[in-house]
Structures are given as C-alpha cells and as structure tokens.
C-alpha cells in the first residue's frame, strides 16, 4: 500500500490490484501517479467499513463501477479510515479498518471479496460492533480464510497504522466537503473522481461517469 491505497485496474472483462512496495516506518505514503490525460475515470474512495453510509454507498454504485474498472475505463483507488469508532461501544472502526489493511498486505486478491463480506454483515451503531472473533468468522463463512490474515487480524498488526492514515486524511483539506449549514470537514464515503471531489449534491452517477 504504497499509496495508503488499494490500486485496482482492469481490462478485458477483469479486475486486478495492484501490487506495491510495502512502505518504510515512518515514510509517508507516496500518490498513485495516475496520467489524468487518458480517457479512464480516476476514482478515489475514502472508506470505512463501520460506515453504513459507505455501506449504501458500495451497494447502489459499487458493482457498476467495478464493471468500468473491468472494462478498462476506471481506476479505482481505496482508502481505508476508522473514524467511527465513537459510533460503536468498542473501537470496532479501527478493528475492521486493521482488517481492511491485513487484507491488502497479506491476500490483496481477497480485499473486494473481504470488502463486500463485511459490508454484508456490518453490525447496527450503538452497539459493540463485531468482535475480532466475529470479523474473522464471518470472513470464513463468506469463504474467505486466510491464516495469515487471521493473524494480523488477532494481533491488531495495523492499528497504528489505521490512526496515522485517518488522521492524515481527515485534516487534508483535499478530502474535505462543506455540508448543508456550512461546516467543512472529512466524512465516509469522501469520492473524488479525476480530481474533483464529490459535493453531496452532484448526481454520484455523473461523477462517476455510470450511465443511468
């Protein structure tokens, strides 16, 4: 996760992530050089999987925008965040965006598989959220059984990496959109396509270049 991302392309009907060099301690993530002169849609998405709205976010746009990254027209960058952590009666936000960077370090191939899986059973707010046991069940009965992953899930291997990437993000005042009653700051899902991101009221549809 060179890019504090995970990079996915396609082409001929298929997806792929991108592999990169694992960063340093203490080196800052370097952006993804994307050449925003050709004709592919540059999507960047800032999510968190505590987040319902990234939940709703993923299953009205997620599969059709995957079929333009398939096809060749997008890219498609993920970040991971935790930034609900306040939401949940455990710090769940951070538990599962560790598991979010365990899978993009151990088993990239299985991220969206792993992605879809706990959006399909994100716990209600207010509550202590999933466990870590439970992350890791509900990845195996989705499928999805790494051991190197269960490890770095069990021992939290990237939690202090999950607060230095939100922390960074949510002051880049790159990320941030102004609400309705005027307040700026940084909430999931952030979308930014080709440079501009989304305001809230633009159609997504338009931003992401998805027909109708």
Known sequence: MESGSIVVTGADGAVRVEL??????GED??????DLDDDRTH?????????PACEAFE???????????????????IFPVAILDHQYTTDY???????????????????????AAMFAHQPEEGGPGLSTD??????HNEGIQEDS?????????????????????????????????GTKGFSTPTIVAD???????TPLNELLGLSD
């Open 195 to 201: 440079g501009a991101t989304w305001d809230r009221t």
């Open 20 to 25: 990169s060099s694992a960063l340093r301690a």
């Open 29 to 34: 993530p370097t952006v993804t050089a994307w």
């Open 93 to 115: 936000s951070t538990r599962a965006a560790n598991a979010a960077a365990c899978f993009a370090d151990r088993a990239p191939e299985r991220f969206l598989s792993a992605q």
């Open 43 to 51: 999507v960047q998405t800032f999510i968190d999987w505590a987040c």
């Open 149 to 181: 992953v269960d490890s770095c899930i069990r021992a939290s291997t990237f939690a202090d990496w999950v607060a230095e990437q939100t922390a960074r993000i949510t002051a880049d005042p790159r990320a941030q959109t102004t609400s309705p009653n």
């Open 134 to 139: 439970e992350i890791i069940e509900v990845l």
């Open 59 to 77: 299953a009205q746009y997620g599969e059709a925008l995957l079929r333009r990254v398939a096809a060749g027209e997008a890219t498609l960058e």
